[in-house]
């Protein structure tokens, strides 16, 4: 199984400034078939961003994401109090599909 | 718009048996793969299992295969998680979630339910 690592654990961050959050795979994701979620307490996940750099129906443009093969990455430029969250990532290109650890931005 | 709604969670003793369901609305369920996804509490996502849109495939994870079940009644739009032998190592929020593309097994997952919690405990 293709194990996916988000660095760093926690970013803390102020409004406005860039977030960089990061999602190495253990082996190559073929297809770019990467997706990022955002997860707030108590809600489920909201995706974010799909093909490693495509963003969902209503996502901002703030958000953006890129890579391939191994190395993944999602950027937020100038954070909104809204985007404090925690963030995985998660491949869906082999079977089983597999989430990341979580990357938590907060304030 | 879509919406996907679980039920079925509560507490039971370990060694039992629990069933979810998640009805599905807002768009033609018998077109999408759908998958059950759990979070322990404080923790992050595990994918549980898949079936797809027509019932002929169905994936689970390790941790739950043999154990758990997962069917669909199209006519219904409904997907149901059967959960036997339960353990303290399955209390955990389950979501149920739509794939993204019709008729693909490979996606992300582009609409989540509210999530029901199932809590193993003597």
């Known amino acids: 199984e293709i194990v996916l690592t988000q660095s760093p654990d926690t970013l803390s961050l102020s409004p406005g400034e860039r977030a960089t959050l990061s999602c190495r795979a253990s082996?190559?994701?073929?297809?770019?078939?990467l997706a990022w979620y955002q997860q707030k307490p108590g809600q489920a996940p909201r995706l974010v961003i799909y093909d490693a750099s495509t963003r969902a129906t209503g996502i901002p443009d703030r958000f953006s994401g890129s890579g391939s093969g191994t190395e993944f990455s999602l950027t937020i430029r100038g954070l909104e109090p809204e985007d404090f969250a925690v963030y995985y990532c998660q491949q869906y290109s082999s079977s089983p599909q597999t989430f990341g650890q979580g990357t938590k931005v907060e304030i | 718009q879509v919406q996907l709604v679980e039920s079925g969670g509560g507490v039971v003793q370990p060694g039992g048996s629990l069933r979810l369901s998640c009805a599905a609305s807002g768009f033609t369920f018998s077109t999408f793969g759908m998958h059950w996804v759990r979070q322990a509490p404080g923790k992050g996502l595990e994918w549980v299992g898949f079936?797809?849109?027509?019932?002929?495939?169905?994936y689970y994870a390790d941790s739950v295969k043999g154990r758990f079940t997962i069917s669909r009644d199209n006519s219904k739009n409904t997907l149901y998680l059967q959960m036997n032998s339960l353990s303290a190592e399955d209390t955990a929020v389950y979501y149920c979630?739509?794939?993204?593309?019709?008729?693909?097994?490979?996606?992300?997952?582009?609409?989540w339910g509210q999530g029901t919690l199932v809590t193993v405990s003597s």
């Open positions: 079936i797809r849109y027509d019932e002929m495939n169905k």
């Open positions: 979630a739509r794939v993204g593309r019709e008729f693909w097994t490979a996606s992300y997952f582009d609409y």
């Open positions: 082996q190559s994701v073929s297809s770019s078939y």
